[in-house]
């Protein structure tokens, strides 16, 4: 009785432990559709696109910075030249969000 008792007992544990790994292979929504790789791939190239431009925005943007502060002899500086440093501010947030994904 003993020995039946424990083989049952196996046979349901190993029942138990094979019947969600069938429950997973049969939902399709779980599989990636076969061209997802393709598409991510898709994805981060034109992001790195988009953060190489920004980055070239950002150069030219802190060189044009550089050269109004240079060209100001006092202490004063313009609007405009506030402006290009909040846009370089919003350049290089939006450069490093593109990273941290």
């Known amino acids: 009785m003993t020995r039946k ?3 049952l007992v196996c046979g ?7 019947w969600p790994q069938a429950e997973r ?3 399709p929504s779980r599989r990636p559709y ?5 598409l ?3 994805a981060l190239r034109l992001e790195h696109e988009r953060s190489i431009k920004d980055a ?3 150069i030219e943007l802190s060189k044009e910075l550089k050269a ?3 060209k100001n002899t006092r202490h004063v500086v313009s609007l405009a030249t506030i402006r290009k440093t ?3 501010e919003r350049l290089a947030r939006r450069i490093r969000s593109r990273m941290n994904r």
């Open 25 to 27: 292979e049969e939902e």
């Open 68 to 70: 109004d502060l240079e």
């Open 40 to 42: 991510r791939e898709e």
């Open 34 to 38: 076969p061209g997802a790789k393709d």
């Open 5 to 7: 008792a424990g083989l």
């Open 56 to 58: 070239e925005r950002l």
């Open 12 to 18: 349901a544990f190993g029942a138990l432990l094979l």
């Open 86 to 88: 909040e846009e370089i």
